[in-house]
């Protein structure tokens, strides 16, 4: 009887650490979790779907987890929401990106783990279930003001694109005085001119802008229009002081 006992204790317990053994291999099978981070102005923002202007960089990252003795293989697959083929691959756990096309993109990243015969794979099945990550970069917009005040007040100084600019991938701005001379150029929409020449500030009066630039959309720009150059003007009053 005591035998008997024994054998069926003995047969409980292995039954049990097979039941352990099973569920923590399940457990540490390979994971991944994709993230997208973007830079923007304001520093980084991790998100699944997000919406924000060229020149855009997205940082992409496979986050494995219990890969073990398993060997390891990535595919980031970049396409946008009109094609069905990707119009970028990238064989790395993680990738950098800088969106420069408007529309939106879809990233998925396929992963594949193989450990002599044991194979675990996250590819379409995966990201049909779950959804790819996704930017949206917006259509392009630039506008060159016909006016600035850079008399040190703080408001208005610099001659530069209005601040609703967006999605431009290509920028070049010259200044020109009424006689075709060049005073200055600058190439990053974000700066600006700030009413000097070598140095020293120029007259009041009237100056001219060539702007040639690109959106991310493909939408081509060539501006040319007049400046005023009110360095006696104020805010405060509206008025040109004498």
Known sequence: MEKRLLT????????AFAGTAAAQTYDELPTINPTATYTTEDGEEESEEYTGNAPLLGRFEANPENVGDYTASYEWRFT??????????????????????????????????VNGNDTVAYTQDYWAERGPLRVSVSES????????????????????????????????????????????????PAGGWDGTYK?????????????????????????????NLLRGYTESTGSVAE
């Open 141 to 188: 917009r630039l506008e060159m003001p016909n006016a600035f005040s850079p008399n040190g007040d703080g408001i208005n100084d610099i001659y530069q694109a209005k601040t609703n600019y967006q999605s431009i991938v290509e920028f070049k701005a010259t200044i020109f005085n009424r006689w075709g001379q060049k005073l200055y150029e600058w190439d990053d």
């Open 199 to 227: 140095g020293k500030d120029v007259a009041q009066g009237v100056y001219f802008v060539v702007v040639k630039a690109r959106g991310a959309d493909g939408r081509k720009y060539n501006i040319r229009r007049d400046v």
């Open 80 to 113: 946008v929401d009109t094609d069905d083929e990707p119009y970028l691959i990238r064989y790395e756990q993680d990738t950098e990106y800088t969106f420069t096309q408007a529309g939106t993109h879809n990233i998925v990243l396929y992963a594949t783990f």
């Open 8 to 15: 069926a204790l003995i047969a409980a317990m292995l039954t």
